[in-house]
């Protein structure tokens, strides 16, 4: 089993189409939606959990790229920038997975990108704007 | 027998003091009492980085040709004051970028203002000037567009009016709905607790009664040299305090004064804080001279002694009702939960502990190598529970 979280950018022409859906039907992967959004170009993105054998996820990826889909592992996207981050700790109270957290004896902010679900709260949150979308 | 600051420069200037940060003087108290420790160590050094509003800016912006009496000026399009002379100007912590939505697209971003504004100064980037003035006899020139830089500014010194917050509230919501804060974003029915203060390394929870530091004291102050000018506005020592005499609330606060061409931005950065406004970080240490045992015995203040009040930010603070909810220890706090009304509340800081530390090493190191000596307080700041001897 594997489980892996990945960015979908689906053009504007697939926006209206069932994609998604057979990778549950004929690849036999499970997934988590943890974040969907169609901008105003009709542009799709969705950001989904998988889990799965992995020959099926990579057959299901490679369907998923046939249909002009990109397809981006999560953990590029949610970036801290180090030079801006202070260490402050504001992005703990609202991390919802404790993707950040704080090492109690330095107190330092630690940022595992694997946990990241990409909510994006910490964005706005964080005062310095250190916490960064690449999408 | 104590000890003067006087003796205690001829030690740094001969490479022979002995300095500690308020972290290390705890272990040292504990093991050689305070009698020995204060023999033995000269200075305790200290340090908090936080968000501190009551910080800005005065620059001289040098005359134009012809000459200038400036009504009206905007850096990167944010108001600064001009009421002072022609060409000073003062630029605000919080003042926002024209055209900034401020909260009407609810909770706004604040993404640039005069926090930002000091950032990039110091950090040596190139800002727009744009001035306007209705013209005198002396001051003909109307109108003034030029990009400038820190360097091209006559004097620029970073003066805020308060800072260094001896100690301070504890932020709860006790609404069904979250709520944004300057003490951060407040998930609703106690979801989480913010707290915002260096705790054992904040420089006036190290010298609670005031007793060293005074109009001079020099600090480190945003990376550079500054100096402690008055008390902080808001200062209020008439509070209850702890067994050790620190304060159990927000109590002291200190005015200081640097010169901004010698700073940092990594200990002066813009802040942007969600659906409050913008503001500056700013990193400030301060020597605290071992005078005496009483000295030393307040720096060794540990995080479990010392106590914060925790507020409801939905409603007793809003409308100043002065309630407070229940008190929590420092080390609670930093422990990264704490208990109230039987419930469990996960806290986040606002103040960076670990770049406390970095300020506190810093000082520590300027003064070892005798590149810092301490101010002689001309004068020490009020606080009652010193001078009528409550403590």
């Not at chain 1, 542009?43 to 992995?54: A, D, F, Q, Y």
Request: proline share 6%; net charge negative.
């Amino acid at each position: 089993m594997v489980r892996h979280k990945v960015v979908l950018h689906f053009p504007h022409e697939q926006v209206d189409k069932p994609i998604v859906s057979k990778l549950v039907r004929d690849y036999n992967l499970d997934f988590n939606i943890l974040k969907a959004s169609i901008t105003p170009r009709e542009e799709g993105l969705l950001v989904l959990e998988i889990t799965g054998e992995e020959a099926d996820y990579d057959r299901g990826m490679e369907y998923i790229r046939g249909c002009g889909v990109s397809v981006q592992p999560l953990s590029q996207d949610i970036r801290r920038n180090e030079e801006r981050c202070t260490h402050c700790g504001a992005c703990l109270a609202v991390c919802p997975t404790d993707a950040l957290s704080a090492d109690r004896t330095t107190m330092e902010v630690r940022f595992d990108d694997e946990e990241c679900v990409a909510c994006e709260l910490c964005v706005k949150v964080c005062p310095p704007r250190a916490m960064e979308i690449h999408y | 027998m104590g000890k003067t600051i006087a003796e205690i420069n001829e030690r740094i200037k001969r490479g022979e003091a002995v300095v500690v940060t308020a972290e290390e003087v705890i272990g040292i108290v504990e093991e050689k009492g305070t009698a020995q420790a204060a023999r033995e160590v000269d200075v305790v050094t200290t340090g908090t980085f936080g968000p501190m509003c009551s910080s800005g800016a005065f620059v001289n912006l040098g005359h134009a040709q012809p000459r200038m009496k400036i009504h009206r000026a905007w850096l990167n399009e944010v108001p600064v004051f001009c009421g002072i002379a022609a060409v000073d100007i003062y630029i605000g912590a919080t003042e926002m970028a024209e055209h900034d939505p401020l909260n009407e697209v609810f909770p706004g971003e604040f993404r640039y203002g005069g926090g930002h504004l000091i950032e990039d100064l110091v950090a040596g980037k190139s800002v727009r000037l744009r001035a306007t003035s209705y013209g005198t006899d002396c001051y003909p020139n109307r109108s003034w567009e030029r990009d400038l830089t820190l360097a091209d500014v006559k004097e620029a010194w970073l003066f805020n009016p308060r800072n260094a917050y001896q100690n301070y509230n504890v932020a709860v919501n006790l609404s069904d709905r979250v709520i944004y804060t300057y003490m951060g974003v407040l998930r609703p029915n106690l979801g989480n607790a913010n707290y915002c203060s260096a705790g054992q390394l904040s420089p006036l929870l190290n010298d609670p009664l005031f007793r060293t530091i005074g109009i001079g004291t020099r600090i480190f102050l945003g990376g550079g040299v500054g100096y402690v000018v008055w008390h902080g506005t808001q200062h209020n020592t008439a509070v209850p305090r702890g067994p050790g005499g620190a304060p159990t609330r927000p109590a002291g606060t200190i005015s200081v004064i640097g010169d901004l061409k010698g700073m940092n931005p990594r200990y002066l950065t813009g802040y942007s804080i969600l659906g409050y406004g913008a503001s500056l970080a700013v990193g400030i240490g301060i020597p605290i001279p071992v005078l005496d045992e009483e000295v030393i015995r307040a720096a060794a203040v540990r995080d479990e002694d010392l106590v914060a009040p925790v507020v409801d930010y939905s409603i007793d603070y809003p409308q100043g009702t002065g309630r407070v909810l229940g008190e929590v220890t420092y080390a609670q706090l930093k422990s990264g939960s704490i208990d109230l009304e039987g419930k469990e509340i996960p806290t986040a800081p606002l103040s960076s502990y670990s770049r406390a530390r970095e300020i506190a090493e810093t000082l520590k190191d300027w003064i070892a190598r005798g590149r810092f000596l301490l101010g002689e307080p001309v004068e020490l700041l009020p606080c009652e529970a010193r001078e009528e001897g409550v403590v």
